[in-house]
């Protein structure tokens, strides 16, 4: 009777370690950045479709779910220099249990199919153009060759454009759910948005530099050091500030639109980017505690944006 009890706690807890390994609690991050297109469709004059809504935060989870595990199986290696934080270096799972690797890899794949499956199934409901299929394909393969061969995007210095496109195609899954299309204000929208995603792709690679180094990853933080990545954070900041504040000179967006007040928002990573400039934090624990400021100043941001949006949605 003990011997059973012992036996389906240690699998309850390898089921939990699996889905740690997952880190699906990323996907509640993204989901307000999905929500930020779908809103700025609203504001547009798009109905609300409560089922679009749905299965488009489904697509986003299972997409956003199936990255870490794909990356953690083809980090593998390098991922035995780093040491797992709260916003990096993967979930160090797999060092743990190298007996799960073709497992993460297959639940990877499941996850892209059913992500990919969803989008045919929205498709169809809503007789949208194959471009929305596309659209989520394209998404999952960028994410996918972040690590994986041929391209190993990370590893050849290139792993930035990858983490940074999420500024675009997550609001722009939203907008297009929403809208059944991408329009030119989206994607004058998006350039703020990716200033911002790169300022978050910046923070999340400080921690893991040296780990990165040791196991061959072309991160640019890797390359060019914390200083320099602090730097791209503070001007990333200024420009995703200043960007919002442009927007409201465009005649693009619906008037009830003040971005003047979404810029203020912005000042929140930019103080932080600008604090972190004049401190210039050289040890990792002072750096990695900055880049978790950051990490919390865009979740905050984005969450404004909106509740602000939603506000005007009234």
Known sequence: MVENVTVKSSNLSDLFKFIKLGKPQFAVGLFFYFSLGALLA?????????????????????????VHYHNDYFDFEADHYVTPTTISGGSGVLIEHPEWKKSSKYMALTLIGLAIATSIIFTVIFDYSLNFILFVIFAN????????????????GLGEFGNTAIGILFPGLGFFAMMGTLTLPFVVFAVPMLFLQLLFTMSVEIPDMMGDRAGGKMTWIATRGRRFGFKIIAISGFFATLSFLLLNYTNLFPSIIDFRIVALILFIPLSLGIIELIKNPKDNLTATKYCIYNLAGIFAVVILINSYFLYLLK
């Open 42 to 66: 609203l504001l547009f004059g798009s109905e609300f479709v409560l089922t679009k809504f749905i299965l488009g935060v489904v697509i986003i989870f299972f997409s956003t779910w199936a």
């Open 141 to 156: 393969l960028l994410a996918w060759f972040y690590a994986a061969p041929p391209f190993k995007l990370s590893y050849r």
